[in-house]
């Protein structure tokens, strides 16, 4: 079976609707046809700053989450990325191949690097990429489900791949960016043209799985909709509504066309209050089952314990492969 990998950071108390929608909720389809690895990114999670007391909740939290959107641990691998330490070791290796003028054309980096002063930005945040391509080739992954924002991201890493091959023999699979473009970018919902984000949305642009779902609806009644009156998918003229119709779209699994048709001759306020009550029920089960999972920490961390041990079984034999073509020891 071909195989994914994709991963997501621990850096918030929730994920949020473009997480789910451009990325987790596509691997848990991709589960049954794929060889699935997903990873909780924690050591990425370090890279702008963090708190110590609150990391390993956050993980446990995400890896809820994952568990309660569907995926399965019978039928994919989920692990805690700093349990399986050769991320850390290939993204030594990868880092050496990579330019200092190609990492740091990374659009992702100079916005972040920007925001925080570009003083304080850790060279962690500047290096992320290529641990990132760790992650990922470490897996000999065919596929990597994500958002559009990691579309360059993923090209580095086929660039690390190929050079890593050319220079010291085939090594990697050269990974595709599994990108689904009707949810690639779930916008913010105060700003429509800017991505929704964890860490440059303000809390009323952004919507949490795992928010009060009174307090979504709230957030969606606010969105910024556009001029005009009409309810029609235009994501250059109307992005605001576009993107409250493609939220629902996909989480209702109604066509666009079909909410169109719908909601003709009615107002934004009409979409909005029923997105609210999509959302509500979308949003409830995963709510239970996340807390179900939280009841029982030990056996979260039981069950990740064996995700990282899985991982370790694939990682390992490639990292070894690495030592040996660069001229290291093997592992010990
Ligand atoms: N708005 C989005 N639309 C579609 N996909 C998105 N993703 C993130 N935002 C959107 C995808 O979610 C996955 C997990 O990404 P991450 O762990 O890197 O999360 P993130 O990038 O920290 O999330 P944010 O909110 O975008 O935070 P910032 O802005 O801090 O980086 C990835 O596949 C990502 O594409």
Redesign the pocket.
Known sequence: RPRVL?G??P?ADSF?L??Y???VGHWVALQDTYDAFYCVVDLHAITAGHDPRMLAQRSRVAAAQLLAVGLDPERCTLFVQSQVPEHAQLAWVLGCITGFGEAGRMTQFKDKSQRQGNERASVGLFTYPILQAADILLYQADAVP?????RQHLELSRDLAQRFNTLFGPTFTVPEAHIVKD????TDLQDPTA??????SSPAGIVLLLEDAARSAKKIRSAVTDTGQEIVFDAQQKPGVSNLLTIYSALSGRSIDDLVAAYAGKGYGDLKKDLGEVVREFVAPIQDRTRGYLADPAQLDRLLVTGAQKARAVAGPTLRAVYERVGFFPPV
């Open positions: 994709s997501i950071q850096t949020h473009g997480n929608l451009g990325a994500v958002g559009e924002d990691q949810t690639a970018k779930i991505k929704m984000s964890k860490s440059s």
